[in-house]
């Protein structure tokens, strides 16, 4: 059979499809299995066998084409000169042949092998699944369930939550009824207050009108006898000049013998009268004067022990009952103030035991609906399960050797088995053969394929891929970059086969 050369897309599907070529058989029950690491480590070797037996079928198809002995046809006397032709071929040129196509074959081997072997040795999860902390909400009151999210319900940051209300219609109200009887009888008061205030303010005003018609009457009447007091002292002097000139003619006349004694005394007598009454004026004068000074001043000067009017007393009195009422009203509007603040308490604890939305987590699902609408619930009793997707998290086990390598903060990725690129995580928690603690939705006691569990956080894996819980995949925990790209690359070549 001539010799067949294979083009490079030929041989890069041949590559490729190798690993699947001969699917595996699984180990009969009784057989040993095993481990992980080491099972992993032997796969690796026979996909290397299988690719080298693939290269040498290439590369050398007339070995590989060779016929079973059953079925070897009979011989054949073959012509003379193809006997000839064949006999003459050089040894030397088959020998550098078969030595390039070895060198070939085990460079080929090296370079598609090696990121298989580096991934296989890479330390791995045996078993790996997204989970996430599972929150059961409680009713924060008695009621009945009139808002609940729907079994299959799921939200996040782009779709809103869904309410889930309880109602209470039967909640004692007889505190806020007694607040409210208690803040009317209060306002009463108040009101009542006011009027009276009113009221006083209003005699308070008709009685300051009064005292001020009272003052500029009695200003008017004050500087009335002043200027009267005035007119009688200019009269009093004009009488004493009188009088004066009068004496000193009877006094000459009288010493001349010209007018009896007793007119000369009636002048004298005259003039101590216009003496004193011109005294007795400027004595009212003062009097007067000082009395409108003082009425000026605000104060009262009268003829009796009585200085202060009637309207000045009793506006006195309504100024200390305006007072008392002023001080009665504050007292009413602090008492009105602290019963409203009391009814606004009420009305708010009375409102949170009448209707309650429980508050859900920003991005969550739900995970198991304990009660439905229309149920009643007594507060405290669990309500629902749900899952905090805003903290998605991989649970995982892992064999000895790469526990033992791993460390709290170091770094992994997660693959998922349904396909796509790595997502970066961090080790959250190593707890070994314990169970991992925490609430989550699915107990990591359930991998059983190996008892030392392992807790990474993929912040990546947000939003709705953070919900995906019960999703399997591979966790590879890095070492430095070049593996990362080999893992990487042998991940995306076998497809989503190798994650399993």
């Known amino acids: 059979m001539p010799n067949k050369s294979l083009s490079s897309a030929e041989l890069r599907s041949t590559l490729v499809k190798a690993p699947d070529s001969e699917p595996r058989a699984a180990p009969p029950k009784g057989v040993f299995r095993l481990p992980a690491g080491a099972q992993a480590l032997r796969e690796g070797f026979e996909d290397a066998r299988r690719l080298q037996r693939q290269l040498a079928n290439a590369f050398s198809p007339r070995e590989a084409e060779a016929p079973t002995p059953e079925h070897v046809p009979p011989p054949t006397e073959a012509p003379a000169k193809q006997a000839v032709v064949d006999d003459g071929a050089p040894k030397a040129e088959s020998k550098l042949g078969r030595y390039l196509k070895i060198t070939a074959m085990v460079v080929l081997a090296a370079v598609f092998g090696w990121r298989p072997l580096s991934a296989l040795l890479t330390p791995s999860s045996v078993e790996a699944v997204v989970n996430a902390r599972a929150i059961v909400l409680r009713a924060p009151i008695d009621g009945v369930v009139t808002a609940a999210p729907s079994p299959w319900s799921s939200w996040s940051a782009e779709i809103p939550a869904p309410v889930f209300r309880i109602e209470n219609k ?23 207050a006011a009027i009276d205030l009113d009221r006083a303010r209003a005699d308070k005003a008709k009685l300051e009108n009064r005292l001020q018609r009272f003052l500029e009457g009695r200003q008017l009447q004050l500087q009335a006898r002043i200027d009267a007091a005035k007119v009688q002292i200019d009269s009093a002097k004009t009488r004493v000049d009188v009088t004066t000139q009068q004496e000193a003619v009877y006094e000459k006349l009288y010493k001349a013998s010209d007018t009896p004694r007793s007119e000369f005394q009636r002048t004298r007598l005259a003039k101590a009268d216009a003496q004193n009454a011109q005294s007795a004026a400027e004595k009212e004068l003062r009097q007067t004067s000082v009395e409108l000074e003082a009425l000026k001043a605000g104060r ?6 009585n200085d202060v009017p009637a309207s000045a007393q009793r506006l006195d009195d309504i100024d200390q009952r305006i007072r008392e009422l002023e001080s009665r009203q504050r007292a009413a509007d602090l008492e009105v103030a602290n019963i409203v603040k009391r009814i606004e308490d009420e009305t708010a604890r009375l409102g949170a035991l009448t209707v309650a939305d429980v508050a859900l987590p920003k991005v969550g699902r739900v995970w198991e609906a304990l009660v439905a609408e229309g149920e009643y619930v007594s507060r405290g009793q669990p309500l629902i399960r749900l899952l905090d997707c805003s903290t998605p998290e991989v649970t995982a086990t892992v064999g000895e050797s790469a526990y033992n390598q791993l460390h709290v903060g170091g770094h992994a990725k997660f693959w998922p088995a349904a396909g796509g690129p790595g997502l970066e995580g961090v080790i959250e928690n190593l707890t070994g053969a314990a169970d991992a603690s925490g609430n989550f939705a699915i107990a990591p006691s359930s991998l059983r394929k190996d008892v030392r569990h392992v807790t990474v956080r993929v912040p990546e894996m947000g939003g709705a891929a953070g919900c995906e819980v019960g999703r399997d995949g591979l966790l590879t925990f890095e070492g430095d970059a070049a593996d990362t790209a080999a893992i990487a690359a042998t991940v995306d070549s076998f497809g989503p086969g190798l994650r399993k």
Do not use: F, I, P, W
Not at 182 to 188: A, K, M, T, W
Not at 300 to 305: R, S
């Open 300 to 305: 009262y000067l009268g003829d009796d022990y």
């Open 170 to 192: 039967t909640a004692d109200r007889a505190r806020l009824d007694d607040l409210n009887g208690e803040r009317r009888r209060l306002v009463d008061q108040q009101s009542n």
